[in-house]
């Protein structure tokens, strides 16, 4: 069945259903992360993003949206060709900073600048960017609230655990999950992602995992490497031998040779196959494929000067609410966010005596 052959359900209200109980949960995850972030703050000496603390390289580039998209593509941030200038973030996901050897999800975070209209954070309400942050596995492994505040307390656990019993840990599951895999069986991936195997960051396919908003619609997005700099990069294993191998392979990457991806929507087709309330069910591409929306492209750069390194690191925030509302995030993961990675990014810039600034401008962002 073509995508001209479907019917795309509507974005209403009714989409989003809470949990019982949800506001209490929500309060228990919170609590869980502001312990972790004193935790990792006492350890440091400073604070730390809540999730995808270890930055591993910014760079600038362009989002040009693609002309001649169908109506139902044609919707928000995409309904119209044109070229915006973005800020590009990579990480690792958990809210510590921890060596590469040890395996965890990715994190590809985009700040769109020069989107014009009232975003849904008042306090970034006439800010001129909209984020989308994205992971490389196409589901949040724990699903909804109740599932979450497990898993965080998990986490919790996991940054008190010495980084050497932690690589230890995670190189036996990487091992007895390639064997799983080849008789067709994969371990259930913790919101640490640590069963991933160690592949070359910039040849991931990165996923929003939550269901967001698609203007009348209801979407999830992705971003493809495509370019024929990032092809050879997909799928490759990496030697994972120093603490930071991954920023060592973005900064050696984007020194001689820019990159390009592709921003795909895959638009809600049916809500039980496809549900907005359990973001841990990937939507099956046999019912509605991935759509090319937009091409990002980086020309070559310093991804990792001490500049830009502060600047993204320190100065920036991303959150999946700042945004649009016709890209407003759904389900009760994203509602988690919503407190979330507001209290770590309030918590953060206080602690670090850092301003917490929207950029108007591309030009903002140090070389």
Not at 85 to 97: E, L, Q
Not at 343 to 354: A, K
Request: include cysteine.
């Amino acid at each position: 069945m073509s995508n001209q052959d479907l019917s795309y359900i509507r974005y209403s209200d009714d989409v989003e259903v809470k949990q019982p109980d949800e506001e209490k949960t929500i309060e228990d995850i919170i609590a869980s992360f502001e312990r972790m972030r004193r935790f990792v703050y006492d350890k440091h000496r400073h604070a730390l993003r809540g999730a995808h603390a270890k930055g591993h390289g910014a760079v600038k580039g362009k989002l040009t949206i693609y002309d001649n998209l169908p109506t139902e593509l044609r919707q928000g941030l995409f309904r119209e060709p044109r070229t915006y200038d973005v800020i590009i973030r990579f990480s690792n996901a958990p809210g510590d900073i921890i060596p590469d050897a040890v395996s965890s999800f990715r994190g590809m975070a985009i700040k769109v600048i020069g989107v014009e209209g009232h975003k849904v954070l008042e306090e970034k309400a006439s800010a001129l960017t909209q984020d989308f942050l994205m992971i490389n596995h196409p589901s949040f492994p724990s699903g909804d609230v109740k599932k979450y505040l497990l898993e965080q307390l998990a986490q919790e656990k996991v940054v008190t655990v010495p980084e050497e019993a932690l690589q230890v840990v995670t190189t036996a599951l990487r091992t007895v999950n390639a064997v799983t895999e080849k008789v067709g069986v994969e371990l259930y991936p913790t919101s640490l992602g640590i069963t991933k195997p160690e592949t070359h960051i910039l040849g991931e396919t990165f996923f929003t995992t939550a269901a967001l908003r698609y203007g009348d619609y209801i979407a999830k997005i992705s971003a493809v490497p495509v370019s024929e700099s990032l092809i050879p990069l997909i799928g490759k294993h990496i030697k994972v031998d120093n603490h930071s191998v991954l920023r060592d392979l973005i900064v050696e990457f984007f020194r001689e040779n820019g990159a390009e991806y592709e921003l795909r929507t895959q638009l809600c087709t049916n809500l039980e196959r496809m549900p907005v309330e359990d973001a841990g069910i990937v939507w099956p591409e046999e019912e509605s494929q991935y759509q090319a929306i937009a091409k990002i492209t980086i020309p070559p750069q310093d991804a990792y000067s001490p500049a830009r390194r502060v600047y993204a690191d320190e100065v920036l925030s991303f959150s999946s609410w700042h945004c649009i509302p016709e890209h407003r995030p759904l389900g009760s993961i994203q509602r988690v966010r919503l407190k979330a990675y507001e209290t770590s990014s309030r918590f953060r810039h206080e602690m670090n005596q850092q301003p917490r600034v929207e950029p108007r401008s591309i030009d903002e962002m140090p070389d």
